[in-house]
């Protein structure tokens, strides 16, 4: 059991730092927020990828689990998908808050020159960061959704497995 908490700490720190992250005011901080919950999402992508790689090795935490009950083998075989889903829209949800900090970008000072063109105008309307926030925390939910189901296939298979021989 020691090793299997070891293995979701790696996602632990950089969940709360998001959650953190997350939680903060962005009215009048639009860019720094963006910015400050990108980096917190960079942790937990880099978490991800480190629980989703020391829990699908064969002595990983989903090794642990009974595969000769068929739905065992089909709840493994979901989660595996869900590490790569939580992947992806982690990354999504990184360019997506890349270009609403782009919306905020301060002006350059070459805009006094008479010799220097603007920026171009961003493509689209202003960002709805609203939006963004309740997507992160709903990528938030389905991360700590998916370790409580990790946790509960493998305790259910060691319950069983000490069940069966009693």
Do not use: C, Y
């Not at 980096?39 to 989903?62: F, R």
């Not at 595969?67 to 075989?77: A, G, H, I, W």
Request: no cysteine; hydrophobic share 40%.
């Amino acid at each position: 059991m020691i090793s299997t908490q070891r293995k979701e700490d790696v996602l632990a720190q950089p969940v709360d730092k998001l959650e953190r992250a997350l939680a903060a005011d962005f009215p009048g901080h639009e860019r720094d927020w963006a910015q400050v919950v990108s980096n917190a999402l960079a942790d937990v992508e880099q978490g991800l990828g480190l629980h989703t790689a020391m829990a699908e090795t064969s002595d990983g935490m989903l090794s642990k689990v009974d595969l000769t009950r068929p739905t065992s083998v089909r709840q493994v075989s979901e989660l595996r998908r869900e590490h790569t889903e939580l992947q992806e829209q982690t990354r999504s949800l990184r360019t997506q808050l890349h270009t609403a900090a782009q919306a905020f970008q301060a002006p350059h000072a070459s805009l006094g020159q008479v010799e220097a063109l603007p920026e171009p105008a961003p493509v689209g309307a202003v960002p709805d960061f609203g939006s963004i926030r309740q997507a992160v925390g709903q990528l938030l939910t389905a991360l700590q959704h998916h370790q409580k189901e990790e946790t509960k296939l493998v305790l259910d298979s060691v319950n069983t497995d000490i069940g069966v021989g009693d």
